[in-house]
């Protein structure tokens, strides 16, 4: 294995839909999942300066089949993205869906079959197609979310014994972390707060995020003056897996992503400079996800190391990090397994504002899982569409000062496969 | 009748020892690793030279949290909310199933991680349609 790409490849165009509920968010409601994806793809295409026709190939990304009902996606999209009689798949890597298509479209266009590959990636993990209906949608109950997920979970003996992922993700993770640095649960859970600050902070500064109100706006709404005692209310934040409460998780939505990868040399004539794909890694395991040491996961080690190797980068030359934040304490664990955060340094990072887009450390300056929220196989080409942005100095009022020249990007697809996407700027 | 023979098959066997209280595992002829539950090949080193074990349901609680009432899975609901924790076999490998013996609450299970690491004994938690692992803290 050489781990390298025997061509430069370019990002040359990204688009993204508003993250939400196709049953009620403004700017979704109504919106068919066709229409969705079109929308993400239209944009992604003008930014390239192409039209549909202009791609050799269409890799279609589509995780939770059971609420969006489009199997045979690259087809039955075909018609609404203009790209019919390209060569396509569907495919998945649940939430990695669109960065590992980003891998896949990289080595297919370095082998030298295509030139230029459209992935896109869509996902309804808040509403589901009604009866049998074209058009009409209905909400899917929390506990069909899960059991429809976990469907990408150890079916033979995890979730069929109990296997539950607030645990696993969160509860578990943050005790390995606070036994492993003496951190007390008092000042873990005053750390959750001020990371969910940041997140909530970067939502609220982008207006495609699912929740765009700050948490002390939230906590005032309901009647708090100190945002760290709604915080603390078991009514408004409860534990779901001891020590860690709802709002240090992932957030439901319904979305769309997209991005077009070609060879350097040829991505030209878009509306915005395009980025470099410098690398990336990929390592997968089944449960359990960590050894003894819950702040430790194996396959994400791999796929760092993967991905670092083949950009020829070092911990010290990243400038923007997006960890994958279902959990925020097993996004923090990714973060210094990066190195771009010191281990056992990030909870305080967190504390002192740093992780925010104005702070030293910036990361998930689209609000991550949390505020951005989470349509599983669409997202990893959401931090994609952010770090592009932020590359080229687009990212609005959320705008990191110095323009990242390297980014990285990690998502975990459940579950669990570690990607690893490393940026640069050309 | 049918009268084709059933394949073996190393899930259904798994939970027919559940529900006896037997814990079957295998274990790698080239590695020595064990690999549990059980499947047909090494998860260590990939060989497919494994043969049959059975554990002794001896093992250390290292860390235990707790999840939410209603359960993602509707076979755990009449549990839900129930402890689940980070656990090592005396044999080796690390597993993750409900615990019994100490309620789901903040105060029990901060208690818990106050006091570190203890023993553990398997025991089959019968559900309504499967037999499931759990492990019982052992006082
Ligand atoms: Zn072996």
Do not use: N, Q
């Given at each position: 294995?050489?781990?390298?790409?025997?061509?430069?490849?370019?990002?040359?165009?990204?688009?993204?839909?508003r993250f939400g509920d196709l049953l009620e968010t403004p700017e979704l409601k109504g919106t068919s999942i066709q229409e969705l994806t079109a929308r993400a793809v239209k944009e992604a295409l003008d930014d390239a300066g192409l039209t549909g026709q202009d791609v050799d190939a269409v890799f279609a990304g589509n995780a939770m089949v059971h609420s969006s009902q489009v199997p045979g996606t690259y087809s039955q999209l075909s018609k609404w993205t203009g790209t019919q009689f390209k060569a396509g798949v569907h495919f998945e890597a649940q939430c990695s869906t669109t960065n590992v298509g980003a891998a896949l479209a990289a080595m297919a266009v370095a082998a030298g079959v295509y030139d230029t590959v459209l992935v896109y990636g869509l996902e309804t993990t808040r509403t589901k197609v009604k009866d049998f209906s074209p058009y009409e949608r209905e909400p899917v109950s929390h506990q069909q979310t899960w059991l429809w997920t976990d469907m990408a979970v150890n079916q033979a003996y995890g979730v069929p014994q109990g296997y539950d992922i607030f645990s696993t993700y969160n509860g578990l993770v943050a005790l390995g972390y606070c036994r492993k640095y003496g951190m007390s649960i008092e000042d873990f859970d005053r750390s959750m707060f001020e990371l969910c600050k940041t997140r909530r902070l970067h939502g609220s500064m982008n207006p495609k995020a699912n929740i765009q109100e700050k948490l002390e706006d939230r906590a005032k709404r309901e009647g708090f003056s100190d945002p760290f005692d709604y915080w603390r209310s078991d009514e408004h934040n409860p534990f779901v897996a001891w020590p860690s409460r709802l709002l240090s998780l992932v957030t439901t939505a319904d979305g769309a992503s997209a991005m077009v990868i070609t060879r350097a040399d040829l991505a030209k004539g878009g509306k915005s400079p395009p980025v470099e794909l410098k690398g990336?890694?990929?390592?997968?395991?089944?449960?359990?996800?960590?050894?003894?040491?819950?702040?430790?996961?194996?396959?994400d080690r791999r796929a760092i190391d993967t991905a670092f190797e083949m950009a020829g980068?070092?911990?010290a030359d990243i400038d923007y990090l997006h960890t994958h934040d279902c959990s925020h304490i097993s996004g923090i664990c990714t973060a210094e397994a990066t190195g771009y955060l010191e281990p056992g340094e990030g909870l305080n990072a967190a504390r002192d504002g740093r992780l925010?887009?104005?702070?030293?450390?910036?990361?998930?300056?689209?609000?991550?899982?949390?505020?951005?929220?989470?349509?599983?196989?669409a997202s990893a080409g959401t931090d994609t569409y952010e770090a592009v942005l932020q590359m080229r100095g687009q990212a609005g009022p959320r705008q990191i000062k110095k323009q990242p020249e390297i980014s990285v990007i990690h998502t975990h697809g459940y579950a669990m496969i570690g990607t690893v996407v490393v940026l640069g700027s050309i | 009748m049918s009268t084709v023979s059933e394949q073996p098959s190393a899930i259904r066997s798994y939970y027919e020892g559940l529900s006896e209280g037997v814990f079957r595992a295998i274990t790698c002829k080239v590695c020595g690793g064990y690999t549990f539950p059980p499947t047909g090949c090494c998860e260590t080193c990939g060989s497919w030279d494994v043969i049959p074990v059975e554990l002794s349901g001896d093992a250390t609680l290292l860390l235990a949290s707790h999840n939410i009432s209603p359960a993602c899975h509707p076979r755990f609901e009449k549990i839900a909310p129930y402890v689940y924790g980070h656990i090592r076999l005396k044999e080796g490998p690390i597993v993750q199933a409900i615990i019994l013996g100490v309620d789901p609450t903040p105060q029990a299970l901060k208690a818990l991680f106050e006091c570190g690491p203890v023993p553990l004994k398997a025991e089959t938690l019968q559900m309504d349609d499967l037999p499931v692992l759990a492990y019982r803290i052992v006082s």
């Open positions: 294995m050489t781990g390298k790409l025997r061509e430069r490849i370019a990002i040359s165009g990204v688009g993204c839909s990336f890694g990929i390592s997968y395991s089944d449960l359990p996800w960590y050894g003894e040491d819950p702040t430790y996961w194996e396959f980068i070092k911990p925010r887009f104005d702070g030293d450390r910036p990361m998930s300056t689209h609000g991550g899982r949390h505020a951005f929220g989470h349509a599983w196989g | -």
